[in-house]
């Protein structure tokens, strides 16, 4: 392909609060070669973009080099597709109005296109999950932050300045937990991982029952899932109430959107039936009644990580060509 100037790779870049994977992917989907490293290493943004530049360019030389690759893709928690921006992300250290698409085009001189992780994450489960085929759906990130992309006839929906899907910042309650991005009450502040861990340790102090969870130091989702797993009564009522929660979120946003499937995925969507069968509960109980029974609650089959650096690969395909080098 290459002999008619076709280049048939491109870049895929997944920034989060806990690492940063880089990857070059072929046309087929193919992840070539991948690295990763730890995103808190740099709070300084200059020299987070510094670091990401100079080692996508090692990766690229040490696999064919420049002339192979057509452009490059980023992930980022609250990020634009439409600025180019990431801003006032809660759980990344840079805060203010961040140009990192600029920043990363002008260090590496090829193309750069970023969105929302959450937008992200829907473009990959849509070219290769479960929401492949589908024209009508919903995904949601379950993780530190809670995120979400909808696609509508076919079509991921953005809004007017690339925000559309900010999910875990809607309120579920109001005067209530304060979340990360300064408002009270965020659905983000009952079912991210944060939120999970306050609802266990309120539940521990306000009674006397045993508990696994009382002997855990650094208590976590997984760990709690893991309690569950244990038959522990109190972790159990943990996810209940986290699924409570999130079925509210769920059934609300299905019910202005009418989709045919909601697709949960991030790490907290691993503690499998301990959260999803309290939400779909719950997600039946208040969704609008001529939707009961007819959205499908799914959870992802692909590699979270994986995915992600797919579909970031999956916008770099669709940003206008541009390179320093021709």
Known sequence: MDEYGIKSRVVGVDIS????????????????????????????????????????????????GYESIRSIGVSAPSASSTSGYIVNAANLPWKGSIPLAVMLRERIGLAVGMANDAHITALGEHAFGLAHGMRNFIIVSLGVGIGSCFFTEGREHLGNLGYGGE????????????????????????????????????????????????????????????????????AIEVYRRTGYMLGIGLANYASVVDPEAIILTGGISHAGKWLIEPTCESFESHVFGNLKGKVKILTSELDDRERDVLGASVLAWSVPEYSLFK
Do not use: W
Request: charged share 25%; glycine share 10%; aromatic share 6%.
């Open 17 to 64: 609060n806990g690492r940063t994977t880089y990857a070059i992917v072929d046309i087929r989907g193919n992840i070539l070669a991948e690295e990763t490293f730890d995103t808190s290493e740099y709070p300084n943004v200059d020299q987070f973009v510094s670091a990401l530049s100079e080692k996508i360019i090692t990766l690229v030389e040490a696999n064919g």
């Open 167 to 234: 999910f875990g910042h809607t309120c579920v309650k109001d005067y209530g937990r304060q979340c990360g991005c300064g408002h009270k009450g965020c659905l983000e502040t009952y079912v991210g991982a944060k939120g999970i861990v306050m609802t266990a340790r309120e539940l521990m102090a306000a009674s006397d029952e045993p508990s696994l969870m009382r002997d855990m130091e650094n208590l976590t989702p997984r760990l709690i899932a893991d309690c569950c797993n244990q038959g522990d009564a109190m």
